[in-house]
């Protein structure tokens, strides 16, 4: 533990470029072992690619998080160095500061009915 760490935990969706089972399972153990993060879920996204739901507890920094999160794929897949990172997100329903409430729709409950929440979409707008 160090003082003054920013301490903001997230929830983010991180669209992956890397496309084999192993590549897939071994990116997201990578992810799992880093300390302050957590893959909570893979998903498909309507044949584009898989998804992963990620818990990140330093998430002050967004853009930061994003690029070591991809420099971490690319180190593991060096084929995808150069190629366009997709635009990754917070899942807005998620709120730390909050005691869980049993009646609330979010995560896998609202993927299910609302669909996920993908960038370009409005808000409130999920696909």
Do not use: W
């Amino acid at each position: 533990m160090r003082p003054r760490q920013k301490q903001k935990p997230v929830l983010i969706g991180l669209p992956v470029r890397v496309t084999s089972d192993f590549e897939v399972t071994m990116f997201a153990e990578s992810i799992t072992m880093t300390p302050g993060t957590l893959v909570c879920g893979i998903r498909e996204v309507n044949g584009s690619g898989r998804l992963f739901i990620i818990h990140a507890i330093f998430g002050a920094d967004l853009d930061g998080l994003y690029d070591s999160l991809y420099d971490m794929e690319e180190h593991m897949a060096p084929r995808l160095r150069g190629t366009a990172r997709p635009e990754a997100f917070v899942f807005d329903e998620y709120d730390s500061a909050r005691f869980v409430d049993t009646g609330a729709v979010v995560g896998t409950a609202a993927e299910v009915t609302r669909g996920l929440p993908l960038p370009g979409s409005k808000k409130g707008e999920h696909q």
